[in-house]
């Protein structure tokens, strides 16, 4: 036991349905050759877990105990044979068991912090997604760029585009999140509340329409609205995760304006793993600050009130960790 916690067994969370946790135990896992066993320390909360959390009709429950966790950092506490010198390492974890007291990952997937980060979170997978979706945006100084959806990513965006010499013209619903956008450099802020008032806005703003237009909310009236402000040949990012349905896109509309279809979504694993390197660099730098945006932390048996919080963001929401026990 260290500071009170055990470390001869696994300890879990586990969603046994809709809205449904259970904490579970278990001998620890025991790492294979290649592989890394990292004591959890912490792990960020994901907007794509709400999906699985809704319990759509596709979805086998009970989860394997510790899913969805996916931005997770520790410490390497077992090497597998062919790792050697790695224990004590603190590391930020590329996986998907991470609501949990421990993991086993390949030991690529384990990427060293640096001693500056001590102390701190360092959920570089969902920062890694932020910085993967800028450099497919392809922003250039001068370039006037519109981020639907200022949540945590949206947020990291607004600052990565701002930083690059773009100006950003943010969209989003709560009076809270806009305050977030223009605290991260946003000239311009539009609430998502009228359809055509936005996109009139924007055209009196650009004359023809935003350079660059990132969708971050994965529903289809913002996917309609990123169509409708996106100049012609210009660039269409979509950032958010459309995962309740299929979407209908105007497509003569798409054909017309000419615009870059871009799914900013990353599936490539060396492409992640070297984006959560740069991540991690960044923040190590002081190039990139995400800490203020860590709003809200629960104990991982409080794994469901984050999930809710995730859903319904209450006020003063921006991102939940949770901390393992």
């Known amino acids: 036991m260290d500071g009170g916690r055990m470390d001869t067994r696994l300890i879990a969370a586990q969603v046994t349905g809709p809205g449904r946790v259970q904490m579970v135990e278990g001998p620890l896992p025991e790492p294979g050759p290649g592989e890394v066993r990292v004591r959890i320390e912490g792990s960020g909360v994901c907007a794509s877990n709400l999906g699985p959390w809704a319990g759509p009709e596709w979805m086998d429950f009970p989860l394997p105990p510790g899913d969805l966790g996916h931005e997770a950092w520790g410490r390497i506490d077992a090497c597998g044979e062919g790792v050697a010198g790695r224990e004590g390492e603190r590391v930020a974890v ?11 990952v390949p030991a690529d997937a384990a990427l060293t912090l640096p001693p500056s980060l001590d102390g701190r979170p360092v959920p570089a997978e969902p920062l890694a997604c932020a910085l993967s979706i800028f450099r497919r945006a392809k922003v250039q100084a001068g370039d006037t760029v519109a981020i639907i959806g ?18 950003v013209v943010a969209i989003s619903r709560r009076d809270e999140s806009l305050a977030l956008a ?23 703003l650009t004359g023809d329409g935003c350079d660059v237009t990132i969708e971050c909310v994965g529903l289809q009236w913002p996917l309609d609205l990123a169509a409708e402000i996106t100049r012609e040949s210009g660039r269409l990012v979509i950032a958010g995760y459309h995962q309740n349905g299929p979407r209908q896109v105007n497509m003569q509309m798409w054909n017309w304006r000419a615009f870059d279809i871009v799914n900013a979504h990353q599936r490539d694993r060396a492409a992640n793993l070297g984006a959560m390197r740069d991540a991690i660099a960044m923040v190590a730098a002081g190039d ?18 984050a999930l809710d919080a995730t859903r319904d963001k209450p006020q003063g929401f921006v991102k939940a960790l949770v901390t393992m026990p």
């Open 288 to 305: 990139l600050d995400p800490d203020p945006l860590y709003t809200h932390s629960y104990p991982l048996e409080d794994l469901a009130a």
């Open 182 to 204: 223009r605290d991260m450099g946003a000239e311009v802020t539009i609430p998502m509340e009228d359809h055509g008032h936005i996109i009139g806005r924007v055209r009196e």
């Open 150 to 167: 200022i949540g945590f990513l949206g947020a990291l965006l607004t600052r990565t585009a701002t930083d690059a010499g773009a100006r």
């Open 94 to 104: 590329f996986g998907s068991r991470a609501y949990a007291s421990h993991e086993v």
